[in-house]
Structure formats: C-alpha cells, structure tokens
C-alpha cells in the first residue's frame, strides 16, 4: 500500500448518497454539485468546477433545444450514444454540415462547449434501444461574454489504460486573447480541447492493484495554489473502488468523488484502484 506523500492535503470525500438524485423516467441524474431543484450550501462549487451530473438518457429522449450562457460545458460520454444538434440543424439534415453543428458522440467522446454571449442546442439518445451513460460537467469562465464555440474530439480508450489523459487545459492565450487566437483555439497542452478557466481535466483507466499519479496542475498553469475534484463513475456495478494518496479515509466506491485541497502545483496525487475491477477515474484540477 502506498504512503501518505501529500500529508499537508486534506482530502474529503463526497458520497455518491449525498449527491443530489432525481429520475425523470426518461432521464436519471445524480448532481455533485447544486443543481436544477437540487441545493446543498456545502456543494456549490469548488474552484472554477460548478456541475457534475452524471447522467443516463433512456433511447428515443433527451435534452431538447435549450440556451446556454456565460458557462463552459462538457459531456464525458461513458457507453451509449448521445446526439448533439444546434439549434440551426434539423434531424434528417446532417449531411454537409459541419461536425461541431452535428456529432452523435459515442464512448471516449468529449464534447465541449463555450456558452458565452449564448448558444443553443439539444443533446438526444436518438439510439433504438440503448441508454447513454455520461457526465456532463460546467465550469466557470474567466470572463463573461466570449464567443461560442464548439469542439469535439475523441480520447484513446487504451491510453487511459497507461496513464491519466489530459482531456481538458486553458487557452494558451489566456483571459487577453485576440479575436484571432480565440478563433485559432489553441489549448496550453497540445491534443487536449482549449477551456476558458484555469482548469485541467484529465480520465484513467486504471487496473486492480494498479496505480496512477496525477501531477497537480497537469504542468499547465503558473497558478501554485491548486486543489483537485477526483470523480469515479458509476460504470463496474460498484466492483471498482480507488483509494487516494494511500490514505483508508480516502477509498471511494462507484458514485463518490473527493475534495483534495492544500496541494500546489507539480505535487503528486497518487490514486491506487484497489477493486474487483478497473476503475474509471477522472480529475479536474482547478485553481
């Protein structure tokens, strides 16, 4: 087992039973974070991290045209298929169309979005018969009034296995972008999408008895406070379970999440799957 190396952090786990639920029938959903009807003082957000939703969309529904603003948002998507439309493009009209307008995103596909001035979209399971497992996380922007864009790409399902993938890092050009470096959308870590926050996230897959170390501010940032939201998704039946920076107190199951707080950049975060199974693993480091 894996000692303490971070023993000035202070590490808080977040039960999956103290998320916010609710079942819609068509949609069930469990908030990390205050959310919709859901709101806990103790979980508004941590840094520049607002919502975590993990989300499962039964075939044939979803989340019809709804406006965004002001929020960087992102989908995770964990087995199923979900179907991003914006709201210029029609159903049966996809051909031609540009893929950040139309994109049926399917597992290790991440899809984000910059609210900004304001967007919107629909995001549907438009499969037959199966349901779309995903999380869809929001963050804080910099600052209000960008200009909305889209990307997408596709994360290594094998690479994963190795080690953390850097999914997520900050614009390179920071809060003072031109209209042109915006437009260019080049993110701090090459491969990852641009985000307009001081935030990296990253996703492992990590084997029994296997452990990975998170290196806190994915070397993106010159921010030297940091603090980490460690997430595993509910995606083993409850088999996986990880433990955190060697420490009993810091084992979460399926559904939990934790609060890693007192860390400074270029510290390691050690996450040990210590389950039946590998565990999904995903971390957002924010300032």
Do not use: C
């Amino acid at each position: 087992m894996s000692k303490s190396m971070l023993r000035q952090a202070k590490i808080t786990p977040h039960r999956s039973g103290a998320r916010g639920h609710s079942d819609h029938g068509w949609l069930n959903t469990y908030h990390s974070f205050s959310f919709a009807d859901w709101y806990n003082p103790q979980f508004s957000h941590f840094g520049s991290l607002r919502v975590l939703n993990e989300d499962r969309v039964k075939p044939k529904s979803g989340f019809p045209t709804h406006p965004h603003r002001d929020f960087e948002i992102f989908s995770y998507i964990l087995s199923g298929e979900l179907t991003h439309r914006d709201s210029m493009i029609a159903k049966g009209r996809e051909d031609g169309v540009d893929a950040d307008k139309f994109y049926r995103m399917h597992r290790g596909d991440v899809q984000f979005t910059t609210g900004g001035t304001g967007i919107a979209h629909s995001e549907q399971n438009e499969h037959k018969s199966d349901t779309v497992h995903f999380l869809q996380i929001w963050a804080i922007p910099w600052k209000k009034g960008l200009t909305p864009r889209y990307h997408t790409r596709t994360f290594d399902e094998e690479a994963k296995r190795q080690d953390f993938v850097k999914i997520l890092s900050p614009l390179k050009a920071g809060e003072d972008a031109t209209a042109q470096e915006e437009k260019d959308a080049v993110p701090t870590i090459p491969g990852t999408i641009p985000i307009h926050a001081d935030l990296v996230m990253s996703a492992g897959i990590i084997a029994p008895d296997t452990e990975f170390s998170w290196t806190v501010g994915g070397g993106a940032t010159q921010q030297t406070k940091r603090k980490v939201y460690v997430h595993v998704p509910m995606t083993k039946n409850g088999r996986a379970r990880v433990r955190l920076d060697g420490r009993e107190e810091a084992e979460l199951r399926e559904g939990d999440g934790a609060f890693v707080e007192g860390v400074s950049a270029g510290d390691k975060l050690v996450v040990q799957s210590i389950g039946e199974v590998e565990a999904e693993v995903i971390v957002l480091d924010t300032a």
